[in-house]
Antibody, heavy 125, light 107 residues
């Protein structure tokens, strides 16, 4: 079964750190570009970060740039999000997702087809 | 950054109706546009990619159209399971951005 399972969420104080993990199974993880998307309680979706299959290129939303780091370990079929200097506005459900793959002449489509169930991060004192 | 604006923010409709949701980009995104459906407490589900390509397994009553700055998601013959929130998302350039969402409610 194709699956993504996030873990690592929880309650953290402002200024603290947290590392989210996303375990992939049922597909060849090493060939997929991956992303993190978050959703604050009662709000819409916000794209957070993106990484290519090799892990050598990454992109971030302005709201997390310099504080969050996306990475992956293809040998462990895992995606990570290291979150530092956390703020109250980072409180959200964090989802990992796969880019559905090549489109036209591009190696990616920028559309996300496999999603995890999400992990809740709460930043509060 | 490219801003994505959906309209309407909410819509009420009945089973069997046809509904159209519009998504406008603040600058051209070519066909790099996806649509998602999200139900409460669940992860989003990809419906349409590349503006008009139906994702595998998605019913054919869903369709997408448009290019450049204006896009539409059409659901014909609404089914009870279609009542949810819908989001557009541009993938033309980073940072990727989502629309604010359109909540489709039962009339």
């Amino acid at each position: 079964e194709v699956q993504l399972v996030e873990s690592g969420g929880g309650l953290v104080q402002p200024g603290g750190s947290l590392r989210l993990s996303c375990a992939a199974s049922g597909f060849t993880f090493s060939t997929y570009y991956m992303t993190w998307v978050r959703q604050a309680p009662g709000k819409g979706l916000e794209w957070v970060s993106y990484i290519i299959s090799s892990g050598t290129s990454t992109w971030y939303a302005d709201s997390v740039k310099g504080r969050f780091t996306i990475s992956r370990d293809n040998a462990k079929n895992s995606l990570y999000l290291q979150m530092n200097s956390l703020r109250a506005e980072d409180t959200a459900v964090y989802y990992c997702a796969t880019d559905r793959g090549p489109y036209s002449s591009s190696p990616n489509s920028g559309a996300f087809d496999i999603w995890g169930q999400g992990t809740m991060v709460t930043v509060s004192s | 950054d490219i801003q994505m604006t959906q309209s309407p923010s909410s819509v009420s409709a009945s089973v069997g109706d046809r509904v159209t949701i519009t998504c406008r980009a603040s600058q051209g995104v070519s066909s790099w546009l996806a649509w998602y459906q999200q139900k409460p407490g669940k992860a989003p589900k990809l419906l349409i990619y590349a503006a008009s390509s139906l994702q595998s397994g998605v019913p054919s009553r869903f369709s997408g159209s448009g290019s450049g700055t204006e896009f539409t998601l059409t659901i014909r013959s609404l089914q009870p399971e279609d009542f949810a929130t819908y989001y557009c998302q541009q993938a033309n350039s980073f940072p990727y951005t989502f629309g604010q969402g359109t909540k489709l409610e039962i009339k």
